[in-house]
C-alpha cells in the first residue's frame, strides 16, 4: 500500500525538543521557498524549468539530519529542497534558480544544477539515474582518503528503472561502498505511475538482487526517515555498505513548471495533503507539549526568512558577460 498506515508518527524519545523544532524549521523553509520559485516562475523570473519538492520535504531534511557536513550529497533535478537540507543558504539557492550572480553556481546553473560543495552538496543532476555512479565515486573517494565520510544519493522511482541504478547499485554493494541510495518514491515518473512501470511490491526488495539491505518506510514521517537513514549511515560508517531506502511520498504539484497534473485519479490530492508532513511533525510537537505560541514563532521565522532570501537574491545582478568563459573547464 502506498499511502501511511497511520497519520500520528511514533515519537523518538532520544530527540530532543531542539532537534525536532530544528527539522521543522527546516521544512518549513523548503515548502516556503518553493511556493516563491512557483511564483518567480509564473512571473517569468525563472529560465528552463522548475520540479518542486513541495509534500516530500520530511524525506529530505530527515535523512539530510544525520549526515555531516564532510558527508557528500547528490541528488535530481528536484533537489532544491535536498540542497538546502544539506546545507546551502536559501538566498544563494534562489538567487541561482533566478540567475543572479550570488547563486550557488554564480547564476550560471539554474534551477537543475544546484551544487554546493562547501556544504558537501555535490550536484543536482538532469539525466534520471546519471547520478547514482557519482555518488559511488564519491564514496570510493572518500573511502581513498580514510575518511569515514558516507555518500547519500536520493533519486526518484523513475530512476529505478534505469541501468546506471542497477550497475551502481552492484558495484556499491560488490565494494562495500559507503552509501545511502535514498529512493523518495512520489508515486509518479513525470506523468506515469509507478505501479505501471514496475512488477514488485516495493521498489525496497530491488536491494535484495544486489544482497544489500533495502527498507521500505513512510517517507512523509520525518522521525521514520531519519531513523532509517541514521542506521544506513552507521552500517556505512562501519565499512557494511551500501543500504537502499524506499521512501514513499507524494508531490504536492505537478511534475514541472505548470503542470496541472491531470493524470492523477480524483481525490488522490486531496487525501495526500492530510498526510502532510511538515502537520504530522507539528502534532506531534504538539503531544510533546510545545504551546501553539511557539510553533507559530517558528512558522513566522521561517516565512520571514525565506521573504528575506528572495529580496536579498532579486537585489544582485545577473551575471557578468565575461562570466560566461569562467568556470569552463578546457
Ligand atoms: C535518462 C533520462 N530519460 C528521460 C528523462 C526525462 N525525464 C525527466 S524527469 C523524468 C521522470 C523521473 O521520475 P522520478 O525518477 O520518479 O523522479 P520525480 O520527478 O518523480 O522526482 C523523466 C522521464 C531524463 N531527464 N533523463
Ligand atoms: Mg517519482
Same mark, same amino acid.
Given at each position: 500500500m502506498d499511502y501511511p498506515e497511520r497519520w500520528e508518527i511514533d515519537d523518538d524519545p532520544s530527540l530532543d525538543e531542539a532537534a525536532l523544532l530544528e527539522m521543522l524549521r527546516a521544512m518549513l523553509e523548503i515548502r516556503g521557498l518553493e511556493d516563491e520559485i512557483q511564483r518567480a516562475f509564473t512571473k517569468d523570473l525563472v529560465r528552463g524549468s522548475t520540479h518542486l519538492c513541495t509534500g516530500q520535504e520530511a524525506a529530505v531534511v530527515g535523512a539530510c539530519s544525520v549526515l555531516r557536513t564532510t558527508d557528500s550529497m547528490v541528488c535530481t533535478y528536484r533537489g532544491h529542497g535536498a540542497v538546502l537540507a544539506k546545507g546551502a543558504s536559501l538566498a544563494a539557492t534562489f538567487a541561482e534558480i533566478v540567475g543572479r550572480e550570488t547563486g550557488l553556481c554564480g547564476g550560471k546553473g539554474g534551477s537543475m544544477h544546484l551544487t554546493d560543495a562547501g556544504v558537501g552538496a555535490y550536484g543536482s543532476f538532469a539525466i534520471v539515474g546519471a547520478h547514482l555512479p557519482i555518488a559511488n565515486g564519491l564514496a570510493l573517494a572518500a573511502r581513498q582518503q580514510g575518511s569515514d565520510a558516507v555518500s547519500l544519493c536520493f533519486f526518484g522511482d523513475g530512476s529505478t528503472n534505469i541501468g546506471a541504478f542497477h550497475e551502481s547499485l552492484n558495484l556499491a554493494a560488490v565494494w562495500s561502498l559507503p552509501v545511502i541510495f535514498f529512493?523518495? !518514491? !512520489?508515486? =509518479?515518473?513525470e506523468y506515469t505511475a509507478w505501479r505501471a512501470t514496475a512488477?514488485?511490491?516495493?521498489? %525496497?526488495?530491488?536491494a535484495g538482487s544486489y544482497g544489500m539491505p533495502g527498507v521500505r518506510i513512510d517517507g512523509n514521517d520525518v522521525i521514520a526517515v531519519r531513523r532509517a537513514t541514521g542506521q544506513a549511515v552507521e552500517r556505512a560508517r562501519a565499512g557494511e555498505g551500501p543500504t537502499l531506502i524506499e521512501a514513499v511520498t507524494y508531490r504536492h504539484?505537478?511534475?514541472?513548471?505548470?503542470?496541472? %497534473?491531470? =493524470?492523477?485519479?480524483?481525490g488522490e490530492l486531496e487525501r495526500w495533503l492530510k498526510v502532510d508532513p511538515i502537520r504530522r511533525l507539528e502534532n506531534l510537537l504538539a503531544t510533546r507539549g510545545v504551546s501553539p505560541e511557539r510553533l507559530q514563532e517558528i512558522t513566522a521565522a521561517a516565512r520571514d526568512a525565506v521573504r528575506d532570501a528572495v529580496e536579498e537574491a532579486l537585489s544582485a545582478a545577473p551575471p557578468r558577460l565575461e562570466a560566461l568563459y569562467e568556470d569552463v573547464y578546457a
Open positions: 529512493c523518495e !518514491n !512520489n508515486l =509518479y515518473g512488477r514488485v511490491d516495493r521498489l %525496497a526488495d530491488r504539484r505537478g511534475h514541472s513548471r505548470t503542470d496541472p %497534473a491531470k =493524470y492523477r485519479p480524483d
